[in-house]
């Protein structure tokens, strides 16, 4: 692994980056994601590091059980 520091994504770029929307970002927030803010091009912005996006991102996916399942179909079909 690089030492280079986690990247800092605005709301568009996070919602991008795992394809969800910007509203599921500030849900996402509101239900406890750690986000803080930085100043682009003048204006301050709310920012996650990319790192904890990612980790969020997988805690939500091993929760949801469309993702659950199509996870079991494809081993049943690697498997059969």
């Given at each position: 692994m690089t030492d280079e520091p986690p990247r800092q994504l605005t709301y568009r770029e996070a919602a991008t980056r795992v394809r969800?929307?910007?509203?599921?970002?500030?849900?996402w927030r509101?239900?406890?994601m750690p986000m803080g803010w930085a100043i682009r091009?003048?204006?301050?912005?709310?920012?996650v590091?990319?790192?904890?996006?990612l980790a969020w991102w997988r805690d939500r996916l091993k929760?949801?059980?469309?993702?659950q399942?199509?996870?079991?179909?494809?081993?049943?079909?690697?498997?059969?």
């Open positions: 969800r929307s910007v509203r599921t970002m500030w849900r509101k239900g406890g091009e003048g204006q301050r912005v709310r920012v590091d990319e790192r904890v996006l929760n949801d059980p469309v993702h399942l199509r996870m079991r179909k494809r081993r049943e079909g690697i498997q059969g």
